[in-house]
């Protein structure tokens, strides 16, 4: 079965600092997507890539970047944390053109921005 | 921003009975409809996708669309506590890769 790895699941920063969130899939899919996971604003997409090196902004990609050097791997990177980013952020890939088109997730970070 | 829209509940029916859980969304070039599951501290897992008008079954879920309406909506028969949760309706764009999602269904199935 297909394994999306996030590597942290419970993380705590500072305001300002530089943050890392690494996902790593195990089944060679092209797809690769950051939502954030907010209550009562369900699902939100920050970035997304549908292969290698190439990236695509969501619809709340501020103060977020990502990065996709392998096609197992894409980080998302907080350039300086905010209090306003403590969310849990969700990574999924997916392979393209497949017939059922399914998401796999990862488990989840929560991140808290202190 | 095109949008998923979803009633937030709490929708509670009792076991055995039927759910109905629906979905609006505003994309009018969407072609590809989905609902995920999402159990409280765990990630959204797919459990329907629908392409084409009408009804499509799995077991005892059955997923509706009609893309005139612009409505897609997913029902659980004979409802079990294990299928409370929170249902995503999730919306393939039409311009490309991502999905939107709503903002979720929460299903209580009390015994």
């Known amino acids: 079965d297909v394994k999306v790895t996030q590597s942290s699941r419970y993380l705590v920063k500072r305001t300002g600092e530089k943050v890392f969130l690494e996902c790593v899939q195990d089944?060679?899919?092209?797809?690769m997507f950051w939502y954030r996971q907010d209550p009562g604003l369900g699902l939100r997409l920050i970035y997304f890539?549908?292969?290698?090196?190439?990236?695509e902004k969501g619809d709340i990609p501020e103060g977020y970047s990502v990065s996709r050097e392998k096609k197992e791997r894409f980080s998302l990177i907080l350039e300086s944390a905010s209090t306003n980013q403590t969310s849990m952020y969700l990574c999924?890939?997916?392979?393209?053109?497949?017939?059922?088109?399914?998401?796999?997730f990862g488990s989840g970070t929560q991140l808290s921005v202190l | 921003q095109k949008e998923v829209e979803q009633n937030s509940g709490p929708l509670s029916v009792p076991e055995g009975a039927i759910a109905s859980l629906n979905c609006t969304y505003s994309d009018r070039g969407s072609q590809s409809f989905f609902w995920y599951r999402q159990y409280s501290g765990k990630s959204p897992e797919l459990i329907m996708s629908?392409?084409?008008?009408g009804d499509k079954e799995d077991g005892r879920f059955t997923a509706q669309l009609n893309k005139a309406s612009q409505y897609v909506s997913l029902l659980i028969r004979d409802s079990q506590p294990s299928d409370s949760a929170t249902y995503l309706c999730a919306v393939r764009r039409a311009s490309g890769y991502a999905l939107n999602f709503g903002k979720g269904t929460s299903l209580l199935v009390t015994p």
């Open positions: 629908i392409y084409s008008n």
């Open positions: 999924a890939s997916r392979r393209q053109g497949a017939t059922n088109e399914k998401l796999f």
């Open positions: 890539s549908y292969d290698v090196k190439m990236k």
């Open positions: 089944m060679d899919h092209e797809n």
